[in-house]
């Protein structure tokens, strides 16, 4: 039994969650939407091109669940992601799960999106196993923190190494499925790297490297 770990947005969901649940918030009336998703997409610009410090864009889109329970956002995550979610995840994605379940593979889903929205999608594709950003909570409701390593660029090795150890299980023969260029770090610790819908920096050190490119719709 090997691993395959995938990536979550823009490899499993064509979308990313964190900026879909941003205009949630929006439209739930937790910000005013036009400045906050302006200043969101700036982030996300920052991150496609590899320059994000994923601690200012946390500490900016977790502000406004600050004093929030966990519950109360988990009450409205689900059918968010039932409705917003649900009819984005690649077919391809599920499908490439199965295939590796059919073998016997553990499959494990690692996002630089918080655990908050990656636990129930993965939840929604049938996957238990979940490595994301932790989000702090200090008595009983969301400080707007994180804390322990952020699974981003670097963090993604540190986190996944702590979770074989913990697990007991091993990179042999693992493959691992991504779009990004963050996510390079990762891609060069397995056996099988496989890029979806690569952004250019990726989709050239793939075809430099050999590694299987694919086409998600």
Same mark, same amino acid.
């Given at each position: 039994m090997a691993l395959a770990i995938f990536d979550l947005d823009e490899t499993l !969901?064509?979308?990313?969650?964190a900026t879909l649940w941003s205009a949630q918030m929006g439209r739930l009336g937790w910000v005013d939407p036009e400045p906050?998703?302006?200043?969101?997409?700036? =982030?996300?610009?920052a991150y496609a091109r590899g320059e994000l410090a994923m601690e200012e864009f946390m500490a900016f889109t977790l502000e406004p669940m600050a004093g929030r329970t966990p519950e109360e956002v988990e009450y409205l995550v689900e059918p968010w992601v039932e409705d917003v979610i649900e009819p984005i995840i690649f077919s391809e994605g599920t499908r490439t799960i199965a295939e590796?379940?059919?073998?016997?593979?553990? !499959?494990?889903i690692i996002s630089a999106s918080g655990t908050h929205l #990656?636990?129930?999608?993965?939840?929604?594709?049938g #996957?238990?196993?979940? =490595?994301? !950003?932790?989000?702090?909570v200090t008595h009983g409701v969301y400080s707007g923190q994180t804390? $322990?390593?952020l699974t981003y660029r670097? $963090?993604? #090795?540190?986190? =996944?190494k702590q979770w074989l150890h913990d697990e007991g299980e091993t990179l042999e023969g693992a493959s691992f499925y991504s779009d990004s260029r963050n996510d390079l770090p990762l891609l060069l610790q397995v056996a099988y790297p496989h890029v979806i819908?690569?952004?250019p920096t990726l989709l050239a050190h793939a075809e430099q490297a050999g590694w299987p490119i694919h086409r998600w719709s």
């Open positions: !969901i064509h979308g990313d969650c906050f998703m302006q200043r969101n997409n700036e =982030l996300m610009d590796h379940r059919a073998k016997g593979d553990r !499959i494990l #990656v636990k129930p999608i993965a939840a929604r594709i #996957v238990q196993d979940v =490595l994301g !950003i932790e989000l702090q804390e $322990g390593v670097e $963090g993604k #090795v540190t986190r =996944l819908n690569p952004d």
